[in-house]
């Protein structure tokens, strides 16, 4: 599928072209095209799609026709620029048995032609907006690919002239769903307590082995495990409970992917007090926690942060590393900037032998850090450096500045004094490398990135989930006149390459 009509370029309205959203026309059209495509029974369980804005809106309107699942998943594989040999490759290791890619010409029809004929040759144009159906005998391959549709906009609604879908009545479970969304946050955070996916795991499948194991009552264990199930965290056998793959994955405590600890941050008295009036945190435009919320200094919270969340950004922490080229022969120089549980800069010094990580935090955070830097078996590298990050000498230089996850704490003129900071702190070529939960223009997609707003109202006096065209001015501002937004692969991080 190629994205939608998003207009011509403009340097003036968008620096990097990458973050040129669709037209208000293309979003209509393509919102007709994905109904039609749906009615049809065309179905996909993974939906990729390049990290480029318009693709992603495209997208996520995609999903909003099939109900929202399967997710977007953002991946260089089907950017602008990708040879069809390397995008082949990679999609030929993805495990679904049906696959939606959502990217650009040229890309696209080279792509197709790949699949189509072994040396290529074959031509199938993409339309914005236009899908085409191949069907691989087989792995996916060069030449394995048989056209089972290719169809334009206009003829793809057309199929279903005369056939509209009809406006579906007014609901309100949306509003109902969300007003006891609490409820199975709760039910959640008992099961997590009680261990209880644990126990599935283990074998321990019956509401009285279940019961047992987790020492609670057999009346409660059943309700919760029927809750769970019909939530969809519990698949259900006559009297039998069994993980799905994602609770299996995630949520049982022997599992490396395990990210149950980071229940123990998100579930804190601290962040749930942030939500406890949003009305009235509106009306102030920032936190109504006491202080400067949860970036008062030295704030106990981010000390459970460390510990619970380190598992959960193993995964992303190796991602950046492979995102970022080095040379590998040299030596590395990383400062890694409010590190909390270490994890990113952790990652560089696992990979690089010579990388030596200076990470900057407050003293009781560090601890934390240091702890997982002994784990690694890199403490001998790890270099703790307490105090603010804003008061604090940097030192230095240093090849590589990691800012994960830190920067939407704060207003964007305090950014920039940071980021000046940081500037005077690189070597001659060096680079800073930052994480975030990056909004499109639009500010209402991805949604993950969009909703992220919410929490920086309710927690910090004037953060922000910050688009791509902000921070870039940020970093410009600060000496920094290029930056690179980039997201390595299906479900990763946000990243910012920047250079001076």
């Not at 599935?200 to 264990?221: K, M, N, Q, Y």
């Not at 950004?313 to 492979?322: E, F, I, S, T």
Request: glycine share 10%; hydrophobic share 45%.
């Amino acid at each position: 599928m190629r994205h939608g009509e998003a207009g011509e370029a403009d340097s003036r309205r968008w620096p990097d072209d990458r973050q040129r959203p669709l037209t208000d026309a293309g979003r209509r059209e393509h919102a007709l095209m994905a109904e039609a495509l749906r009615r049809m029974g065309v179905r996909f369980d993974r939906l990729l799609s390049s990290p480029l804005a318009r693709a992603r809106e495209t997208a996520e309107i995609t999903a909003r026709a099939y109900g929202g699942a399967p997710a977007p998943e953002l991946t260089d594989l089907l950017g602008d620029r990708t040879e069809p040999a390397a995008t082949l490759a990679g999609l030929a290791a993805v495990e679904a048995s049906a696959v939606l890619c959502v990217g650009h010409e040229p890309t696209l029809s080279h792509l197709a032609g790949l699949l189509t004929s072994r040396d290529g040759s074959a031509r199938i144009e993409m339309a914005k907006s236009g899908v085409a159906v191949i069907e691989c005998v087989g792995r996916v391959a060069p030449g394995r690919g048989l056209l089972r549709m290719h169809l334009r906009p206009p003829e793809l609604t057309g199929l279903l002239a005369g056939d509209a879908p009809t406006a579906a009545a007014p609901s309100p479970d949306p509003f109902l769903g969300t007003m006891t969304a609490y409820q199975r946050s709760a039910a959640l955070k008992g099961a997590l307590d009680l261990d209880l996916f644990t126990a599935i795991g283990a074998g321990a499948g019956t509401v009285p082995a279940l019961a047992e194991r987790c020492a609670a009552s057999p009346r409660g264990t059943r309700i919760l495990c029927d809750y769970l199930t019909a939530a969809g965290f519990l698949r259900k056998d006559g009297g039998t409970y069994a993980l799905t793959p994602d609770s299996a994955a995630f949520l049982d405590r022997r599992s490396p992917a395990w990210v149950g600890a980071a229940a123990e941050f998100l579930y804190a008295p601290e962040i749930r007090e942030a939500f406890a009036d949003v009305a009235q945190t509106v009306r102030l435009g920032g936190t109504t926690l006491a202080g400067a919320g949860t970036v008062t200094p030295e704030h106990p919270v981010w000390v459970r942060f460390a510990r619970a969340m380190a598992p959960l950004m193993r995964m992303p922490a190796r991602a950046v590393v492979d995102l970022v080229e080095v040379d590998a022969a040299g030596p590395l120089r990383v400062l890694d900037v409010a590190a909390g549980h270490g994890m990113f800069g952790l990652a560089f010094a696992e990979v690089y032998p010579r990388a030596e990580v200076t990470a900057l935090d407050w003293p009781a955070v560090l601890v934390v850090a240091g702890e997982n830097a002994r784990a690694a078996g890199v403490d001998d590298r790890f270099h703790p450096l307490a105090g603010s990050a804003f008061e604090t000498p940097l030192g230095g230089p240093y090849d590589l500045v990691l800012l994960p996850n830190f920067l939407h704490h704060f207003d964007p003129a305090t950014c920039e004094g940071l980021l000046a900071a940081v500037g005077r702190a690189l070597a001659p070529g060096g680079r800073v490398v930052t994480v975030e939960l990056v909004p499109d223009e639009g500010r209402v997609t991805p949604p993950h990135a969009a909703m992220f707003g919410l929490v920086m109202l309710c927690s910090t006096p004037a953060g922000d989930a910050y688009t791509f065209a902000e921070l870039d001015a940020m970093f410009r501002r600060a000496g920094f006149p290029r930056s690179l937004l980039r997201v390595p692969g299906p479900a990763g991080p946000q990243v910012i390459i920047s250079q001076r």
